[in-house]
C-alpha cells in the first residue's frame, strides 16, 4: 500500500469519528502520531549509532510500547491513557540531562491535543500508520517527504486567510538566488511548516556538507519561529524528516511581540528567506514594540521592519509580498524609505496572479535585498506565464524551470549585477525616480503597452464601470422618454 493511500485511508477511518470536525482537526490529529511515530523511527536509528543511547521519554510513553503491537490496547483503555496519561506528560516532560530532544517534544505537545473519541477507531488510525509508514527506508523517507509536502498543501487550503502555503518553485527559486552556504546562520521568522527551512537545509547540504563535521554545523544554524501551534508541529516534524536531528531552534513563539531593540547583535543572522503572513492585524499593542514612525497593526509591514532589524551587516534577504506594500503610502512609505537608506534592494521580482491560487487571488512580488549600503537602483523583473498558460491552479502550479530565464539573467552581487541587461521582461529604476514617486515601487514594465494589460481583475473592473456607466445612460433615456410622452419640456 502506498504512503498516499494510508493517509487517505486513515483520513476516512477519522471521518467515522465524531470527535473531529474539519480537515484542520484531521490533520493536526494526524501529525502527532505521525510525529511520535517518525521519533520512534529515528530513535531506532540512534540506537545503533549511539552508545548508551538514552531516550527523552520514559518507556511507556514511546511509541513502540503502547502503540505498535496491533492487538495492543484499544477502546476505553487507549482513550483513556491518550487523554489522562501520555498528553499531560509529555505536557511536562522534564529534560534529563539537558536533554534538548525533551524540549522539543514537549513543545510539540504543548498545544497538541487529542480529537477522537472512539478508543477503536484510535486503534484503527495507529495500526494504519504502524503498518504504513517506514521511516527507516530510504526509498520510504523520501516519498514521505512527497506526501507531507501534499499533507501541507492540505491543510494550508482547510486554513485561515493570511496563511498561504508557498510553491515549492517559489521557494526554491528564493532560496536558490540567496545561496545560503554553510557556516551561515538562515532564519524564517514566520516560518509556518517549515518550506523555506527545508528547502535551504537541503541546497546548503547539496552544496557544502562533506562531512559529519559539516553536518553537525548545518544541524546548529538553521532557525524558525511559528505563532501558531498547528504549523509549529508540522514545522518540527519537517524539520525532523530533513535530517534535524535535534529541532531545538525551531521555537512556538510570534516573533514581533518582542520589542524590536531587544534583538541584540548575538542574534543576527546571514540570510533570511520568508513568506511573512500578509493581509493580517496584529494584537493591540504589539506596535508598540516598534518605533514610534513605524507603527502598524499590518502584520506583513511589521516583519519587514523587524527583517532589517535581523540581519547582520551584508545579511540577505529575499520576501513574499504583496502589491499593496509596493504602492500603500502613509507608514508603508517611511518603512520602504528606511529599506532603501539601510539596504541595497537590488531585485524585485514580480509574479503574475494565480501563484497563491486557490488560497488568495492577490498579486504578490519577491524582494530580495542586502543590508549595509543604501540602494542606487531597482531591477524589476516580470515573470511571465510559461507559453500556453493564462493561469495557475491545483493541477497545474507554477514550476522551478520556468525560472530558468531569471536565473541566467541574475549575475552577482559581487560586481553589482553588471551583467544584467534590459529585456521584455527586465527594467531598472534608480533611486533619484522612486524618491521623485515617492518610494512607490508599483513600478510598470515599460516595454508593455497599456493596450497589452491582460489582468483579468483589471478587465472584470473595466467591464463594471462599462456596465453601470450604460445603467446609467439608460436611467437618464428612461427620463427623457417618459417626460416626452408625459408631454413635458
Not at 524540549?103 to 510539540?108: G, K, L, T, W
Not at 514617486?437 to 494589460?453: F, I, T
Request: proline share 5%.
Amino acid at each position: 500500500m502506498s504512503i498516499s493511500s494510508t493517509i487517505k485511508s486513515i483520513q476516512d477511518i477519522m471521518r467515522k469519528d465524531v470527535g473531529v470536525d474539519g480537515d484542520a482537526q484531521r490533520l493536526s490529529q494526524l501529525v502527532w502520531m505521525l510525529f511520535l511515530k517518525i521519533f520512534d523511527d529515528r530513535e531506532t536509528e540512534w540506537e545503533l549509532i549511539q552508545d548508551n543511547y538514552q531516550s527523552p521519554l520514559p518507556e511507556k510513553y514511546r511509541w513502540r510500547n503502547w502503540a505498535a503491537n496491533a492487538e495492543g490496547m484499544t477502546g476505553d483503555e487507549l482513550k483513556q491513557f491518550l487523554d489522562n496519561d501520555l498528553f499531560p506528560a509529555l505536557q511536562a516532560l522534564e529534560a534529563k540531562g539537558g536533554d534538548q530532544r525533551a524540549y522539543v517534544i514537549r513543545s510539540v505537545f504543548e498545544d497538541a491535543y487529542n480529537y477522537m473519541k472512539s478508543g477503536q477507531l484510535i486503534r484503527q488510525v495507529i495500526n494504519k500508520i504502524q503498518e504504513g509508514i517506514d521511516f527507516n527506508k530510504a526509498q520510504e523517507r523520501h516519498l514521505f517527504g512527497d506526501m507531507y509536502e501534499q499533507l501541507l498543501r492540505d491543510l494550508q487550503a482547510a486554513g485561515n486567510a493570511g496563511e498561504f502555503y508557498t510553491p515549492r518553485a517559489v521557494t526554491e527559486f528564493m532560496v536558490q538566488m540567496t545561496n545560503p552556504r554553510l557556516g551561515e546562520k538562515v532564519m524564517d521568522p514566520a516560518c509556518g511548516t517549515g518550506g523555506f527551512l527545508s528547502c535551504s537545509i537541503e541546497h546548503i547540504r547539496k552544496q557544502d556538507v562533506k562531512t559529519v563535521d559539516d553536518e553537525a554545523q548545518l544541524q546548529n544554524s538553521i532557525f524558525g519561529i511559528e505563532k501558531k501551534p498547528l504549523p509549529h508541529l508540522l514545522c518540527t516534524t519537517n524539520m525532523i524528516l530533513h535530517g534535524i536531528d535535534v529541532p531545538s531552534n525551531i521555537r512556538h513563539d510570534n516573533t514581533l511581540s518582542r520589542p524590536l531593540i531587544s534583538w541584540g547583535p548575538k542574534e543576527r543572522v546571514d540570510v533570511i528567506v520568508t513568506n511573512p503572513p500578509f493581509g493580517g492585524m496584529e494584537e493591540d499593542g504589539i506596535e508598540t514594540n516598534f518605533p514610534s514612525a513605524f507603527r502598524t497593526r499590518e502584520t506583513a509591514d511589521l516583519f519587514v521592519v523587524l527583517i532589517m532589524q535581523l540581519l547582520k551587516a551584508n545579511g540577505r534577504a529575499a520576501l513574499v509580498l504583496p502589491d499593496g506594500f509596493l504602492f500603500g503610502e502613509g507608514i508603508k512609505t517611511r518603512i520602504k524609505e528606511k529599506l532603501l537608506e539601510e539596504c541595497n534592494l537590488h531585485t524585485i521580482v514580480r509574479l503574475p496572479n494565480g501563484v497563491f491560487a486557490p488560497y488568495t487571488g492577490i498579486k504578490t512580488n519577491l524582494l530580495f535585498f542586502t543590508k549595509g549600503t543604501p540602494t542606487k537602483e531597482t531591477w524589476f523583473y516580470e515573470h511571465p506565464y510559461p507559453e500556453g498558460v493564462k493561469s495557475y491552479n491545483k493541477s497545474k502550479p507554477m514550476r522551478i524551470a520556468e525560472f530558468a530565464t531569471e536565473k541566467a539573467w541574475w549575475g552577482s552581487e559581487a560586481d553589482g549585477y553588471a551583467q544584467r541587461t534590459e529585456t521584455p521582461q527586465a527594467w531598472k529604476v534608480s533611486i533619484a525616480e522612486i524618491k521623485e514617486r515617492n518610494y512607490n515601487l508599483d513600478c510598470k514594465n515599460p516595454h508593455v503597452s497599456e493596450q497589452e494589460q491582460h489582468d483579468p481583475e483589471e478587465l472584470l473592473a473595466q467591464y463594471a464601470q462599462m456596465q453601470n456607466e450604460i445603467s446609467d445612460l439608460r436611467n437618464q433615456l428612461k427620463d427623457i422618454l417618459t417626460k416626452a410622452l408625459k408631454g413635458e419640456e
